[in-house]
């Protein structure tokens, strides 16, 4: 009986394995099969699979899951925080991995070329550069691009950069003005100086406590026991030197918590490197007196988002834009543990649960917050009519400006280097004025209304500008007077300015507003409104290498638009203008 269960186990084995066999020489046909067929098909790219690569999925994954969590406490995290824009400064730049989708074949004819790294605004700066017939590159290692636009600073992209014939966004030392710790040593320094050879001798430039809240450094020994002396009884807010976004903030509201954060920084001893630890090092961080009565719209804090533009840094060039207002989406609780109450930034608001209800809320135009304080303020506070257009506008230029002569000095000077930072202001219940932080590479994203009306207009003018100052430069001329300026208004020229008395230009009251983004406008009708409109005719012939193209078209006399001159007492124009020495304009060549 036992034999016969034996022989037939053992047949039933040898079915099995009959039919794997025959299941292995079906595949092994179908492979051939296919194979021949495919013969013809070239191959295609293959998917970098490296670490490297799987470690950023997976770096994203956890960001993207970590950002749909509600951030609603003020925990005491002291962990190393990771800069968002600039996070490789001073590093060897890594070859990009470009998205799949964003591979294209070298482009075809010797340019002008752009290359953009990233995706802050990528997409308006592509639209910018291809109206103009340029084309675009992907390969970061090319050094034959007209303007590269980087929200990521590599140290090669500077060392290779050719003064005088190329455009590079991002001034490469710009933390010295966007961190928080180089914004308060530069605001110090100059305070310093200031007290030294006596106020009255520029009494245009204001005193910090009038405009900057009382701040002190972590990562100097001195300065944080100063701060612990005195900080138990009030709120205070903690940031990180170089991150944005409310990356890394956090209030201090009782002596607890400032008893907590004390012990964690107990474990330094003395003073962190000025420079290389600045960014890096748990202590980076400045704390700020918080200013808990801010002035509030419809029960909401609020702040305002300014562009400044450096456009030329050789010789200086500055300009001052409007921007918008940005709201928070719940009502202000000076005492809430809910951080999106407390920070007005889009990055914070989509954090919370009300966020995609109340999307388009949370950012307003000026004119809309202009409208309201009328409505509002004007008689409760015995406001002047546009307070918004006169006297908010004229303060928060004259801000800007005082902080770049502050910074001025140090910032890294080449002709080619421009930026545009962002500019964040508060106004508390006495409408006084501060500045709360100035961002490199502010946020060009447009995820809803009234910033996809705003942040193109910006962003075209701005290189508008950029490219037209380039251009006189290199040919020997005058900035002034400016044939693209429509929205920006003029802070600075060094160009016009008494080089001896490094002076601050005077700002007109009442016309200090400029031409406020015009409702409505996309990309499209920019491009219709702007007097750069018709694309650069030469950079479309560039058939020869080494043929010489100025990267604006020249203008007609019904393409210019006059303009009046809105910020400075010492109008200049071509004859009265110091000619830089010249220098070759951009060239191409076939590659």
Same mark, same amino acid.
């Given at each position: 009986m036992a034999c016969l269960e034996v022989k037939c186990k053992f047949s039933k084995l040898e079915e099995g394995q009959g039919a794997v066999k025959a299941l292995q020489k079906c595949l092994e046909t179908a492979e051939q099969r296919l194979g021949t067929e495919m013969a013809s098909v070239p191959p295609k790219r293959q998917k970098n699979t490296s670490p490297t690569v799987q470690g950023r999925k997976q770096q994203r994954a956890q960001a993207l899951s970590a950002g749909r969590a509600i951030s609603t406490t003020s925990e005491l995290e002291l962990d190393e925080t990771k800069p968002h824009e600039n996070r490789t400064c001073g590093k060897a730049c890594p070859r990009e991995i470009q998205p799949e989708e964003a591979i294209r074949e070298v482009p075809k004819g010797p340019g002008p070329y752009f290359y953009i790294s990233g995706s802050n605004g990528a997409g308006l700066v592509s639209i910018y550069c291809q109206r103009r017939g340029w084309q675009r590159i992907y390969d970061n290692r090319r050094q034959d691009y007209a303007l590269k636009w980087c929200e990521i600073k590599c140290r090669e992209t500077y060392y290779h950069f050719k003064e005088g014939e190329q455009l590079l966004y991002q001034i490469p030392n710009n933390t010295v003005l966007t961190s928080k710790i180089g914004l308060l040593s530069c605001l110090r320094e100059q305070e310093r100086v200031m007290k030294k050879v006596g106020r009255s001798s520029n009494s245009k430039l204001l005193k910090m406590e009038e405009f900057f809240p009382e701040s002190f450094r972590l990562d100097l020994k001195d300065e944080r026991n100063a701060f612990f002396d005195i900080c138990k009884e009030q709120i205070w807010i903690c940031k990180p030197s170089c991150s944005n976004q409310g990356? @890394?903030?956090?209030?201090?509201?009782?002596?607890?918590?400032?008893?907590?954060? /004390?012990?964690?920084? !107990?474990?330094? $001893?003395?003073? &962190?490197?000025?420079?290389?630890?600045? %960014?890096?090092?748990?202590? #980076?961080?400045?704390?700020?007196?918080?200013? !808990?009565?801010?002035?509030?719209?419809?029960?909401?804090?609020?702040? =305002?988002?300014? *562009?400044?533009?450096? #456009? %030329?840094? #050789?010789?200086? $060039? &500055?300009?001052? #834009? /409007? @921007?918008? =207002?940005? &709201?928070?989406?719940?009502?202000?609780?000076? $005492?809430?543990?809910?951080?999106? $109450? !407390?920070?007005?930034?889009? *990055?914070? /608001?989509?954090?919370?649960?009300?966020?995609? /209800?109340?999307?388009?809320?949370?950012?307003w135009r000026m004119e809309h917050f202009n409208s309201y304080v009328n409505e509002k303020f004007m008689k409760t506070k015995g406001l002047p009519k546009d307070w918004v257009f006169t006297v908010f506008t004229k303060r928060m230029q004259q801000i800007m400006l005082q902080c770049f002569l502050a910074a001025k000095h140090k910032l890294d000077r080449k002709l080619g280097y421009f930026d545009l930072i962002g500019c964040d202001f508060l106004i508390d219940e006495n409408f006084k004025v501060w500045l709360l932080e100035m961002n490199a590479n502010p946020a060009l994203h447009t995820n809803c209304k009234v910033l996809r009306d705003i942040i193109p207009i910006v962003v075209y003018e701005s290189l508008d500008l950029v490219l037209e100052i380039f251009n006189k430069c290199l040919k020997g001329r005058s900035v002034l007077p400016l044939e693209t300026r429509s929205h920006f208004v003029l802070l600075y020229n060094e160009d016009a300015a008494d080089l001896s008395q490094k002076q601050l230009l005077k700002l007109r009251p009442g016309l200090c507003m400029g031409r406020y983004l015009r409702p409505h406008m996309d990309s499209a009708s920019y491009f219709r409104h702007s007097p750069t409109k018709e694309m650069d005719a030469s950079s479309k012939k560039l058939g020869c290498s080494k043929r010489k193209v100025a990267l604006l078209p020249k203008k007609t006399c019904q393409q210019t638009v006059s303009q009046p001159n809105m910020c400075s007492s010492s109008t200049t124009t071509d004859k009265h203008a110091e000619p830089l020495q010249s220098k070759k304009v951009l060239t191409t060549s076939n590659t």
């Open positions: 990356r @890394g903030i956090f209030l201090l509201k009782n002596p607890g918590a400032a008893n907590t954060l /004390q012990a964690k920084l !107990h474990s330094s $001893v003395g003073d &962190l490197p000025s420079k290389r630890g600045q %960014c890096r090092a748990p202590q #980076a961080r400045i704390v700020q007196r918080y200013i !808990h009565q801010p002035l509030l719209l419809e029960g909401k804090k609020f702040d =305002v988002r300014s *562009y400044l533009l450096i #456009a %030329c840094t #050789a010789p200086y $060039v &500055l300009f001052f #834009a /409007q @921007g918008y =207002v940005r &709201l928070t989406c719940t009502n202000y609780n000076a $005492v809430s543990d809910d951080l999106t $109450v !407390h920070l007005t930034n889009q *990055y914070m /608001q989509k954090k919370n649960s009300l966020y995609s /209800q109340l999307k388009d809320e949370t950012v």
